[in-house]
């Protein structure tokens, strides 16, 4: 398997409703990525994991809440959201973080979500 | 902070014409990115350069990379209307392992369009 899978593709949800973005890689990669894309513009980083452990938060506001119950998964939830929150969110995983050859990053289809 | 520069931002072109995207980084990296963008779709993985001088073909496309000028290229030769699409270049610094994780720097991308 060589794909990174990323669950719901749309969401639209309301600001007091609370919803979760789901990831799953099973290419043994170590590190894990959120980023949010807005259109025509590139992705911008949210949150990496590493080895499973939150290492990078990009000062992301809190109603952004990501967990990496395993080294597979990667979930971010979401809460109290505004309407500038709606883009397409990606999540990519790479190989080994720590490693200081390249470390391509995989990218998953995104969920496109919309905040009403 | 590493800063990454593409030209053209847009770019209309005939099909069966050649042209170049230029990328343009500010700090000395040997790990360059480019991935294709369709409008509402995930990255797709183009090219991985890792050296100064570094070629690579696929197709209609080649990707260079002169780490010395701090500058790849995307040179597209007779292009067709699939290549329609957003390109974007990426650079990844090796920060340590204290700060885990790769963390690409994106480009603004470049919106392609191939008229027939």
């Known amino acids: 398997d060589t794909e990174v899978t990323q669950t719901p593709k749309h969401l639209v949800m309301g600001m007091t409703n609370k919803k979760s973005l789901k990831c799953e890689q099973h290419?043994?990669?170590?590190?894990m990525y959120w980023y949010k894309q807005k259109a025509k513009k590139p992705p911008e980083l949210m949150f990496v994991y590493s080895y499973e452990k939150l290492s990078i938060n990009e000062s992301v506001p809190s109603r952004f809440s990501p967990e990496c119950p395993n080294s597979s998964l990667l979930n971010l939830h979401l809460h109290a959201l505004q309407p500038e929150d709606s883009a397409l969110y990606l999540c990519a995983s790479s190989q080994d973080p720590l490693a200081a050859y390249y470390n391509e990053q995989f990218f998953g289809p995104g969920t496109r979500l919309t905040v009403l | 902070e590493l800063k990454v520069e593409q030209n053209p931002l847009f770019l209309s072109m005939q099909e069966g014409k050649n042209y170049t995207i230029y990328c343009n980084y500010s700090t000395t990296s040997d790990r360059l990115y480019w991935y294709r963008q369709d409008p509402g779709k995930s990255l797709e993985s183009l090219f991985v350069?890792?050296?100064?001088?570094a070629v690579k073909q696929e197709g209609r496309l080649m990707a260079s990379l002169d780490t010395k000028a701090r500058l790849s290229t995307l040179h597209i030769t007779a292009a067709v209307h699939d290549l329609s699409a957003t390109y974007f270049c990426a650079v990844d610094i090796w920060r340590g392992q204290e700060t885990s994780g790769s963390r690409l720097t994106f480009g603004e991308g470049t919106q392609l369009t191939v008229n027939p």
């Open positions: 290419m043994g990669h170590r590190a």
């Open positions: 350069l890792l050296s100064n001088g």
